[in-house]
């Protein structure tokens, strides 16, 4: 009798002991493998992020048209906003301020032409717009702390 149940009790058990290893394999592989943090240049200071932002993005407004390293401050900058961004969009404390309200319209506008005309260098009317709210950015910033 045992030997006519062989065939059918054979392949249920080969599957459940393959789904019974792969479960275990993917467990202990999420468990043992080390999960790595975000590196950040956000000190967690929104003052200070702010004006050390405000000036750094303010030199990749200022880089020459034909600076043979804007492809890399693009980058650069691009990195430092999502940054920016990420860290403070979601502070309640933070992102009712006008200076935060401020910088998110530059660094939204700085950020959509990098991304959109990558190849194309800053428009000086935009360069214009970014250096007046980088400045007012900063006022604010000195002014509500």
């Known amino acids: 009798m045992l030997v006519k149940q062989i065939p059918v009790l054979f392949p ?7 789904s019974f290893t792969l479960c275990l394999t993917i467990f202990f592989t999420l468990i043992s493998s080390p999960s790595y943090a ?11 992020d702010t004006i050390s932002v405000v000036k750094t993005l303010q030199i990749a407004v200022d880089t020459p048209k034909d600076s043979p390293d804007k492809n890399e401050v693009r980058d650069e900058s ?8 990420s860290r403070y969009r979601n502070r309640g404390m933070v992102n009712k301020t006008q200076s935060f309200t401020t910088m998110q319209t530059a660094l ?9 005309f990558s190849a194309r260098p800053l428009p000086d009317k935009l360069k ?10 900063e006022k604010m910033v000195l002014r509500e702390s």
Request: proline content about 0%; glycine content about 4%; overall charge positive.
């Open 12 to 18: 249920r058990f080969f599957v459940k002991a393959i």
């Open 38 to 48: 975000a590196k950040t240049s956000m000190t967690g200071d929104y003052a200070k």
């Open 78 to 85: 691009l990195a430092l906003i999502t940054d920016y961004i």
């Open 108 to 116: 939204n506008a700085m950020a959509g032409h990098y991304k959109n």
């Open 128 to 137: 214009e717009r970014l250096t007046k709210e980088f400045s007012l950015a």
